[in-house]
Nanobody, 126 residues
Framework: VQLQASGGGLVQAGGSLRLSCAASGRTFNIDVMAWFQQAPGKEREFVAALTWYGDRTDYTDSVKGRFTISRDNAKNTVYLQMNRLKPEDTAVYFC????????????????????WGQGTLVTVSS
Protein backbone atom coordinates (compact mmCIF):
# COMPACT_ATOMS: atom_id res chain seq x y z
CA VAL A 1 0.00 0.00 0.00
CA GLN A 2 1.26 3.45 -0.89
CA LEU A 3 -0.01 6.55 0.89
CA GLN A 4 0.09 10.16 -0.28
CA ALA A 5 -0.82 12.82 2.27
CA SER A 6 -1.68 16.40 1.39
CA GLY A 7 -3.55 19.44 2.62
CA GLY A 8 -1.26 20.90 5.23
CA GLY A 9 -0.47 24.58 5.47
CA LEU A 10 -0.39 27.69 7.62
CA VAL A 11 -3.58 28.75 9.36
CA GLN A 12 -4.51 31.09 12.17
CA ALA A 13 -5.79 29.80 15.47
CA GLY A 14 -9.49 29.06 15.21
CA GLY A 15 -9.24 28.23 11.53
CA SER A 16 -9.75 24.99 9.66
CA LEU A 17 -7.83 22.66 7.37
CA ARG A 18 -8.68 19.38 5.68
CA LEU A 19 -5.98 16.79 5.22
CA SER A 20 -6.25 14.05 2.63
CA CYS A 21 -4.54 10.70 2.39
CA ALA A 22 -4.84 8.82 -0.89
CA ALA A 23 -4.13 5.10 -0.78
CA SER A 24 -3.04 2.98 -3.74
CA GLY A 25 -1.88 -0.55 -4.28
CA ARG A 26 -3.35 -3.42 -2.26
CA THR A 27 -6.06 -1.35 -0.62
CA PHE A 28 -8.31 -4.38 -0.18
CA ASN A 29 -5.93 -5.43 2.60
CA ILE A 30 -6.54 -2.30 4.69
CA ASP A 31 -8.09 -2.90 8.11
CA VAL A 32 -7.64 0.47 9.79
CA MET A 33 -6.43 3.88 8.62
CA ALA A 34 -5.15 6.44 11.07
CA TRP A 35 -3.66 9.88 11.42
CA PHE A 36 -0.73 10.63 13.69
CA GLN A 37 0.95 13.92 14.51
CA GLN A 38 4.56 14.66 15.32
CA ALA A 39 5.41 18.02 16.85
CA PRO A 40 9.00 19.29 16.86
CA GLY A 41 11.08 17.36 19.37
CA LYS A 42 8.26 15.01 20.26
CA GLU A 43 7.32 11.47 19.42
CA ARG A 44 4.69 10.61 16.84
CA GLU A 45 1.28 10.48 18.52
CA PHE A 46 -2.08 9.04 17.59
CA VAL A 47 -4.78 11.49 16.48
CA ALA A 48 -7.66 9.55 14.93
CA ALA A 49 -8.52 6.31 13.15
CA LEU A 50 -11.32 4.63 11.29
CA THR A 51 -12.17 1.21 10.00
CA TRP A 52 -11.77 0.81 6.27
CA TYR A 53 -14.89 -1.32 5.80
CA GLY A 54 -17.08 -0.18 8.65
CA ASP A 55 -18.10 3.01 10.37
CA ARG A 56 -16.07 3.00 13.53
CA THR A 57 -13.97 5.98 14.46
CA ASP A 58 -11.69 6.79 17.35
CA TYR A 59 -10.04 10.02 18.48
CA THR A 60 -7.51 11.11 21.01
CA ASP A 61 -9.12 13.26 23.70
CA SER A 62 -7.42 16.49 22.68
CA VAL A 63 -9.14 16.57 19.27
CA LYS A 64 -12.57 15.21 20.10
CA GLY A 65 -15.25 17.64 18.94
CA ARG A 66 -12.78 19.52 16.72
CA PHE A 67 -11.44 16.93 14.26
CA THR A 68 -13.39 14.50 12.10
CA ILE A 69 -11.96 11.53 10.26
CA SER A 70 -13.83 10.21 7.25
CA ARG A 71 -13.22 8.23 4.11
CA ASP A 72 -14.29 7.93 0.50
CA ASN A 73 -13.82 4.31 -0.49
CA ALA A 74 -14.47 5.06 -4.14
CA LYS A 75 -11.44 7.34 -4.11
CA ASN A 76 -9.45 5.24 -1.63
CA THR A 77 -8.98 8.42 0.36
CA VAL A 78 -9.21 9.26 4.03
CA TYR A 79 -9.72 12.80 5.27
CA LEU A 80 -9.04 14.61 8.50
CA GLN A 81 -11.19 17.69 8.88
CA MET A 82 -9.58 19.91 11.50
CA ASN A 83 -11.66 22.75 12.94
CA ARG A 84 -11.00 25.26 15.71
CA LEU A 85 -7.29 24.69 15.32
CA LYS A 86 -4.97 25.61 18.16
CA PRO A 87 -1.25 26.46 18.13
CA GLU A 88 -0.60 23.17 19.94
CA ASP A 89 -1.97 21.34 16.89
CA THR A 90 1.14 22.44 14.99
CA ALA A 91 2.87 19.29 13.77
CA VAL A 92 3.65 17.11 10.82
CA TYR A 93 0.64 14.88 10.22
CA PHE A 94 1.13 11.34 8.94
CA CYS A 95 -1.45 8.90 7.66
CA UNK A 96 -0.93 5.24 8.36
CA UNK A 97 -2.44 1.91 7.46
CA UNK A 98 -2.79 -1.24 9.45
CA UNK A 99 -3.22 -4.28 7.21
CA UNK A 100 -1.92 -7.02 9.48
CA UNK A 101 -5.23 -7.78 11.16
CA UNK A 102 -8.30 -5.98 12.40
CA UNK A 103 -7.86 -4.44 15.84
CA UNK A 104 -10.43 -2.30 17.60
CA UNK A 105 -10.17 -0.01 19.47
CA UNK A 106 -7.37 0.85 17.10
CA UNK A 107 -3.78 0.66 18.31
CA UNK A 108 -2.28 4.00 19.19
CA UNK A 109 1.36 3.06 18.79
CA UNK A 110 3.28 3.46 15.56
CA UNK A 111 4.67 -0.08 15.66
CA UNK A 112 1.20 -1.47 14.98
CA UNK A 113 0.87 0.22 11.62
CA UNK A 114 2.33 -1.25 8.48
CA UNK A 115 2.44 1.59 5.95
CA TRP A 116 3.04 5.31 6.29
CA GLY A 117 2.60 8.38 4.15
CA GLN A 118 5.26 11.05 3.86
CA GLY A 119 3.67 13.59 6.20
CA THR A 120 2.17 17.01 5.68
CA LEU A 121 3.01 20.04 7.83
CA VAL A 122 0.30 21.93 9.68
CA THR A 123 1.28 25.21 11.29
CA VAL A 124 -1.20 27.08 13.47
CA SER A 125 -0.28 30.64 14.35
CA SER A 126 -1.56 32.37 17.47
Amino acid sequence: VQLQASGGGLVQAGGSLRLSCAASGRTFNIDVMAWFQQAPGKEREFVAALTWYGDRTDYTDSVKGRFTISRDNAKNTVYLQMNRLKPEDTAVYFCAVRSSGYWWPPPRTTLNYDYWGQGTLVTVSS
